[in-house]
């Protein structure tokens, strides 16, 4: 992983941002994890090509009753900034080989080959534009519908052959070219040669020197490490690494009959992880599969907008901070720290117990409740404060903001975990 990129301004907005919007949105999405009138339960939905089809020449002919009429792209953006989101990332094309874009390299896309002809990644990047949200964009670096890709695998690992590469940088280069600027390419599968991996790496930042490249272009060609889907770390972690989750692990896209629960506990679970992955340094990628017609549902948006009300007030704890100062995770929740100011997440089960926090009480100036208006009894010390709970804690977590004068005032000596197989990016098949 090149550390010069690390040095630049893009990077530190990159990973500043902390809180991004996934869309998985394609030809996929018009079937809903249904063939012929039956669920196909296995593998995620936008994937039903492979497990449920197998059939190119019936599975094209969906383009032609592909009508995005729902989508509004503007209305995406306003609701990505209210989840208090920084950037979306959308699907150009995902392992189909459906382009999401119009594309000079295949009629297999969405302005040739549906009755709208609309181009609805140009109206997501304009949007984006018009609202300074960023935009990055999803690629999949194997592709069912090319011949040169064929037959395809179970496991999406398959060799990229030249002729595909070739298409693939051709394909790269016009979304580069033509969509403006582009936060992040967060390529997909495959299995790439170190040539294949670094000289898409070089065009990417040939063309746009400051969008981010996701791990899973392979061969340590990357800006940031991608964990596996929905993975989450055990510990922090001293590199930037990225999670992508969706809103349900089973699928990306659109599931027609997914099980969904309530917006209550679909929203605590999502703020749990995006806590989590902050704390422990990371960047949180949270997917949503719009339908077939480009309609976000009712569902995915409340839990968004919740996840938005709640970073209203936590928010400061999350942005632009950085992961946990310490080598090990506290037995009371999480940590992040933003200069000299440590931010603890305390979890509800710990009402009416004390919270111990090892660092040099005597460079304490200030602590600020971000939770509730109440105070809180605390013993400080120069070897650690101990703080005890209320003992009826806030539903998600108690934070607080710790102010010291001083940035040194963190007691350990316990290395942060770096360890070797994040840097090449797990892959879930």
Same mark, same amino acid.
């Given at each position: 992983m090149p550390a010069a990129a690390q040095q630049t301004e893009a990077f530190r907005s990159w990973h500043r941002d902390k809180f991004s919007l996934f869309i998985h949105y394609g030809l996929y999405s018009e079937l809903g994890g249904v063939w012929q009138g039956k669920p196909v339960k296995d593998g995620y939905s936008e994937q039903i090509y492979s497990f449920g089809i197998r059939d190119m020449s019936q599975y094209e002919p969906l383009a032609q009753q592909f009508r995005p009429d729902r989508w509004n792209a503007d209305a995406i953006v306003a609701l990505a900034k209210k989840a208090g989101m920084r950037s979306i990332v959308f699907t150009s094309k995902h392992h189909d080989g459906f382009c999401m874009y119009h594309s000079a390299e295949t009629p297999f896309n969405i302005v040739d080959a549906t009755p709208t002809r609309r181009d609805v990644m140009k109206e997501l990047s304009d949007a984006c534009r018009r609202a300074g949200m960023k935009f990055g964009v999803y690629f999949s670096l194997i592709d069912w519908h090319f011949p040169e890709a064929t037959p395809i695998s179970d496991h999406n690992a398959d060799l990229i052959t030249p002729a595909h590469h070739q298409y693939n940088m051709r394909q790269v280069r016009e979304i580069l070219t033509s969509y403006g600027p582009v936060s992040e390419l967060w390529f997909d599968m495959g299995s790439l040669s170190p040539e294949q991996s670094e000289e898409l790496y070089r065009l990417v930042h040939e063309l746009q020197p400051d969008c981010m490249v996701s791990g899973r272009l392979g061969n340590d060609c990357a800006d940031f490490a991608v964990m596996g889907d929905n993975e989450l770390p055990t510990e922090p972690i001293a590199f930037p690494w990225q999670t992508a989750a969706s809103l349900f692990p089973e699928t990306w896209g659109y599931r027609s009959w997914q099980e969904r629960g309530t917006i209550a506990d679909k929203a605590n679970e999502k703020i749990e992880e995006l806590i989590r992955v902050v704390c422990r340094g990371g960047n949180y990628l949270l997917n949503i599969g719009p339908e077939g017609d480009?309609? $976000? &549902?009712?569902? %995915?948006?409340? $839990? &968004? !907008? !919740?996840?938005?009300?709640? &970073?209203? &007030?936590?928010? %400061?704890?999350?942005?632009?901070?950085e992961r946990s100062p310490f080598g090990e995770l506290m037995p009371f929740g999480e940590v992040s720290t933003k200069d000299s100011v440590l931010y603890l997440f305390i979890r509800p089960d710990m009402a009416g117990r004390e919270v111990f926090v090892p660092v040099n009480g005597n460079y304490l100036e200030e602590v600020a409740n971000l939770s509730t208006s109440g105070t809180l009894d605390m013993v400080i010390r120069k070897d650690g404060l101990r703080i005890k709970m209320p003992t009826v804690m806030p539903r998600r977590h108690l934070v607080l903001a710790l102010t010291f004068s001083r940035r040194d005032f963190v007691l350990t000596d316990k290395p942060l975990a770096c360890p070797l197989n994040v840097a090449n990016s797990t892959r879930i098949y």
């Amino acid at each position: 992983m090149p550390a010069a990129a690390q040095q630049t301004e893009a990077f530190r907005s990159w990973h500043r941002d902390k809180f991004s919007l996934f869309i998985h949105y394609g030809l996929y999405s018009e079937l809903g994890g249904v063939w012929q009138g039956k669920p196909v339960k296995d593998g995620y939905s936008e994937q039903i090509y492979s497990f449920g089809i197998r059939d190119m020449s019936q599975y094209e002919p969906l383009a032609q009753q592909f009508r995005p009429d729902r989508w509004n792209a503007d209305a995406i953006v306003a609701l990505a900034k209210k989840a208090g989101m920084r950037s979306i990332v959308f699907t150009s094309k995902h392992h189909d080989g459906f382009c999401m874009y119009h594309s000079a390299e295949t009629p297999f896309n969405i302005v040739d080959a549906t009755p709208t002809r609309r181009d609805v990644m140009k109206e997501l990047s304009d949007a984006c534009r018009r609202a300074g949200m960023k935009f990055g964009v999803y690629f999949s670096l194997i592709d069912w519908h090319f011949p040169e890709a064929t037959p395809i695998s179970d496991h999406n690992a398959d060799l990229i052959t030249p002729a595909h590469h070739q298409y693939n940088m051709r394909q790269v280069r016009e979304i580069l070219t033509s969509y403006g600027p582009v936060s992040e390419l967060w390529f997909d599968m495959g299995s790439l040669s170190p040539e294949q991996s670094e000289e898409l790496y070089r065009l990417v930042h040939e063309l746009q020197p400051d969008c981010m490249v996701s791990g899973r272009l392979g061969n340590d060609c990357a800006d940031f490490a991608v964990m596996g889907d929905n993975e989450l770390p055990t510990e922090p972690i001293a590199f930037p690494w990225q999670t992508a989750a969706s809103l349900f692990p089973e699928t990306w896209g659109y599931r027609s009959w997914q099980e969904r629960g309530t917006i209550a506990d679909k929203a605590n679970e999502k703020i749990e992880e995006l806590i989590r992955v902050v704390c422990r340094g990371g960047n949180y990628l949270l997917n949503i599969g719009p339908e077939g017609d480009g309609s $976000v &549902l009712p569902y %995915e948006a409340e $839990v &968004l !907008t !919740t996840i938005g009300e709640w &970073l209203a &007030l936590h928010g %400061e704890a999350i942005y632009d901070t950085e992961r946990s100062p310490f080598g090990e995770l506290m037995p009371f929740g999480e940590v992040s720290t933003k200069d000299s100011v440590l931010y603890l997440f305390i979890r509800p089960d710990m009402a009416g117990r004390e919270v111990f926090v090892p660092v040099n009480g005597n460079y304490l100036e200030e602590v600020a409740n971000l939770s509730t208006s109440g105070t809180l009894d605390m013993v400080i010390r120069k070897d650690g404060l101990r703080i005890k709970m209320p003992t009826v804690m806030p539903r998600r977590h108690l934070v607080l903001a710790l102010t010291f004068s001083r940035r040194d005032f963190v007691l350990t000596d316990k290395p942060l975990a770096c360890p070797l197989n994040v840097a090449n990016s797990t892959r879930i098949y």
